[in-house]
C-alpha cells in the first residue's frame, strides 16, 4: 500500500503525462490547421489522414517499406504532386525508434528513372559499404560521393541521373535523401518534419531537383 508521499509523487506524475499528452494534441492540431492553410495557398486539396497514400505508384519505393505503424499524415495533393508526413516505428522495447518526416512526392517530366536511393553518407554508411554494401561512386566528383551515398541496379543509367548542375545544386544545399523509379521521385530529409511557414519553399526546392535530375 503506498504511503502519503508516494501517492503525491504519483498523482503528480500522472498529472505531467497527462499535460504533455494535452500539450502534444494541442500542437499537433494547430500544425494541421497551419499546414492546411499552405495547402490551400499551392493550390492543393488537403486531408490530415489518408492511408490511400499508400496504393500511389511512389509507395513502392524503399522509405515506404521500412519498419512497422506505417502513417500518412497532412495530406496536400495535386494531380502530380503529393505533400504528407510519413511515420514508421523500428524495434521493440528500450530500442524502439519512430521516425517522422515530410515528404515530397512528384511525378518527373520527360526522364525514365532507373530504381535509386541517394542519402547523405553518415558514419553507418562508411562502415556498411567498407563491409560490402553498395555505394556508387561518381569518378569525375569525389567530393559528391565523399559526402553522399548512392545505390540502384543499374549503376550506368543511375550515375547518368547526376549531371554537373544537379550535383551543383546539392553540394549548395545538402542533406537531402532522394528515392525514384519510373516517372515517380520522393525528396525529404532524414527524421525532419517541415514546419509550415517552410512548406512552399521546402516544395519549390524539391520542384528544382526534379528540374535538374537527369539533364546532364
Do not use: C
Not at 503528480?12 to 499528452?21: C, E, G, I, K, R
Not at 492511408?51 to 512497422?68: M, V
Not at 549531371?163 to 553540394?171: C, D, M, P, T, V
Request: charged share 25%; no cysteine; net charge positive.
Amino acid at each position: 500500500m503506498m504511503e502519503g508521499h508516494e501517492l503525491w509523487i504519483f498523482g503528480a506524475a500522472a498529472v505531467v503525462v497527462a499535460a504533455v499528452v494535452l500539450a502534444a494534441r494541442w500542437y499537433e492540431k494547430k500544425r494541421t490547421a497551419a499546414l492546411q492553410d499552405v495547402a490551400m495557398r499551392l493550390g492543393l486539396s488537403f486531408l490530415a489522414r489518408d492511408e490511400s497514400i499508400g496504393t500511389q505508384p511512389f509507395a513502392s519505393l524503399p522509405l515506404f517499406q521500412r519498419g512497422e505503424s506505417r502513417r500518412f499524415r497532412n495530406v496536400a495533393r495535386g494531380d502530380e504532386l503529393f505533400v504528407f508526413g510519413y511515420s514508421f516505428t523500428t524495434g521493440s522495447g528500450k530500442n524502439k525508434s519512430t521516425y517522422q518526416q515530410t515528404v515530397v512526392a512528384l511525378r518527373v517530366a520527360n526522364v525514365r528513372l532507373p530504381a535509386f536511393q541517394l542519402s547523405p553518407e553518415g558514419f553507418f554508411d562508411k562502415i556498411g559499404t567498407a563491409f560490402g554494401g553498395q555505394d556508387i561512386d561518381l569518378d569525375t566528383d569525389p567530393e559528391f560521393s565523399r559526402r553522399n551515398r548512392l545505390r540502384g541496379e543499374d549503376e550506368v543509367a543511375v550515375k547518368a541521373l547526376f549531371g554537373q548542375a544537379l550535383r551543383q545544386h546539392l553540394a549548395m544545399d545538402p542533406g537531402w535523401s532522394v528515392e525514384g523509379a519510373g516517372e515517380w521521385l520522393i525528396i525529404y530529409r532524414k527524421r525532419k518534419r517541415v514546419a509550415p511557414d517552410e512548406l512552399a519553399t521546402f516544395v519549390e526546392q524539391a520542384r528544382r531537383f526534379a528540374e535538374l535530375i537527369g539533364r546532364g
